[in-house]
Structure formats: C-alpha cells, structure tokens
T-cell receptor
Framework: DTEVTQTPKHLVMGMTNKKSLKCEQH?????MYWYKQKAKKPPELMFV???????INESVPSRFSPECPNSSLLNLHLHALQPEDSALYLC????????????FGSGTRLTVV | KQEVTQIPAALSVPEGENLVLNCSFT??????LQWFRQDPGKGLTSLLL?????REQTSGRLNASLDKSSGRSTLYIAASQPGDSATYLC???????????FGQGTELSVKP
C-alpha cells in the first residue's frame, strides 16, 4: 500500500458544528502532516507529527485540533470554524521527519457556511 | 529567508512539444528539492525527488535537474500529452529538519 487515504473527500459544515478529518497510511511512515491549501496557492504547513508526537504547530488557531492516535492514523478536529477556513486540507506522510520525500493524500475539500 | 519562484505561472503548449518548467530558489544551501503534480481540486502527486548531492533524476518522460550553485531546478517533460495538463509545484527543503518551501506553481495546459 503506497497511498495516503483521506476521508471525507468533501465536507460542508456550519460555523457551530464540530467535525473531524481523517487521514490514514499503511506505509510504515513515522511522520505525518496537515496542510491547508487555498485556491491557486501552494499548500501551507499546519502541523507535523513525528512518532505520534506533535513536533510542529505553525501557529494554527485552536479551532483546529490535531490528533495522532497511532502511527497510521492522523485526525484533524474542527470546531467553530470561520468561512475563511474553507480550503482543501491535505494530509501527507514521510518515512521520518527530516529529508525524506512526501506522499500526499487527495485532500478534503472543506466548505464552512 | 529561502524563497522559491516558478516561472512561468501558466503555460499552454500543443501536444507533442518538449517543454521545460523552471524553479529558482534564493538560498543555495538546500537539502533536497521535490517536484509535484496537482490536478484541479486534488492532492499532490510526487514526481521526482533530488537530493542536494544529485544533479538530476529521471522518471519516464520526466527529467528534473538541479544546479545548487545557480539556485535553479528544471523539470523537462518530453513529448507532452493532454494528460500532462496540471499544476506543477516545486518544493525545497532547506535542511533535514526543515519544512518544505513551495513555489507558486506553473499551470500547464497541453492542447490536443
């Protein structure tokens, strides 16, 4: 298995909702990442997990809460989002944090209404 | 501060042409450079990864070169096809523990 799987593919949520994005990989990668991408822009790093521990938080608002329950799974919990948070959320993994190539998932298209 | 630039922002070519996409970076002290492809509304597909000690990498019709001293990388696509239409992103990793720094991408359209 050489894929990063993200669910759901599309999500519409209200500003008072709580939802979660899920990311899964079975490549034995020990680093996992969340990126946010707006239209016509490159991806922006949000969080890095290395060996299931949060290594980097790029000053992301607390309405985004990441979780890494095990080495294969990464979640992003969403609460009280704003319309400007609408974007494509990408998950990626690499063999380890530092110097290795990335494998990206197909993303979750999030719309906040 | 490392900055990555991709020129042109958009490119339209007829099918069958060989083409070159450019990526430049301001600091030559990089650890590696990765080229990605992104179809509209989709995730990124890794095309080629070049370590700082390498000069080029090849995969099928794709060839990526790296010239650290001049701060440039090129992605060469041979015999372009309509299926190559996508946005191509290059990303630089400054050091093993650093994050990827992306260029703005080149949107490629290959016309039948």
């Amino acid at each position: 298995d050489t894929e990063v799987t993200q669910t759901p593919k599309h999500l519409v949520m209200g500003m008072t909702n709580k939802k979660s994005l899920k990311c899964e990989q079975h490549m034995g990668h020990r680093a996992m990442y969340w990126y946010k991408q707006k239209a016509k822009k490159p991806p922006e790093l949000m969080f890095v997990y290395s060996y299931e521990k949060l290594s980097i938080n790029e000053s992301v608002p607390s309405r985004f809460s990441p979780e890494c329950p095990n080495s294969s799974l990464l979640n992003l919990h969403l609460h009280a989002l704003q319309p400007e948070d609408s974007a494509l959320y990408l998950c990626a993994s690499s063999r380890a944090w530092g110097g290795y190539g990335y494998t990206f998932g197909s993303g979750t298209r999030l719309t906040v209404v | 501060k490392q900055e990555v630039t991709q020129i042109p922002a958009a490119l339209s070519v007829p099918e069958g042409e060989n083409l070159v996409l450019n990526c430049s970076f301001t600091d030559s002290a990089i650890y590696n450079l990765q080229w990605f492809r992104q179809d509209p509304g989709k995730g990124l597909t890794s095309l080629l990864l070049i370590q700082s000690s390498q000069r080029e990498q090849t995969s099928g019709r794709l060839n990526a070169s790296l010239d650290k001293s001049s701060g440039r990388s090129t992605l060469y696509i041979a015999a372009s096809q309509p299926g190559d239409s996508a946005t191509y992103l290059c990303a630089v990793r400054p050091n093993p523990g650093g994050k990827l720094i992306f260029g703005q991408g080149t949107e490629l359209s290959v016309k039948p």
